[in-house]
């Protein structure tokens, strides 16, 4: 169950309720259903409705991501910057996005990970602690970024960092 906001327990902004909410969250993250399928199950949420007047949640997926876009995530502000590729052209044929720039948006991955760190959802449920797993066949198994080479790596490393021994 999500926390109650700092604006009170029925402020369920950017949504205009909890079934939208819900919604978004289950079509989103649980499902991960496509852009295409959203549409046609709003389209037949619309048809079912609108003998009564009344429109669905959403009107099609990009109102579903403009919305999940536009939810406050803590402090952290939404950030962009431009780039263009400045690279090597061919000589034969010049590839559009060669020539385009493209806008990146983000928000300040420091940031938010010290955020979800101080957030009380998260108490007791994440373990920040690198693990190598490994099955009967000794094959490694990956499961979260946790589990990963780098991670280990750096892990083993920083005691040797601190030391002032480098190799």
């Not at 969250?25 to 609108?50: H, K, P, V, Y």
């Not at 760190?117 to 373990?127: L, T, V």
């Amino acid at each position: 169950m999500p926390r109650d906001s700092d604006r009170g327990p029925h402020d369920w902004s950017p949504y205009n309720n909890r079934v939208e909410f819900e919604l978004a969250d289950f079509l989103f993250r649980q499902n991960q259903m496509s852009a295409g399928d959203i549409n046609s199950l709003l389209n037949i949420w619309a048809a079912t409705l609108a003998p009564h007047g009344d429109d669905p949640p959403f009107r099609n997926h990009t109102d579903l991501y403009n919305t999940i876009d536009s939810t406050p995530i803590g402090d952290v502000p939404w950030e962009s910057f431009t780039v263009k590729y400045d690279g090597v052209h061919p000589d034969d044929e010049r590839l559009a996005w060669m020539d385009t720039e493209f806008e990146v948006w983000f928000r300040n991955p420091k940031q938010l990970i010290e955020h979800m760190i101080a957030n009380p959802d998260f108490n007791g449920e994440f373990d920040c602690s690198p693990f190598q797993e490994y099955d009967i066949n000794d094959n490694h198994r990956f499961c979260n970024f946790m589990s990963g080479d780098w991670v280990w790596k750096q892990a083993v490393c920083i005691p040797f960092i601190i030391a002032g021994i480098t190799h």
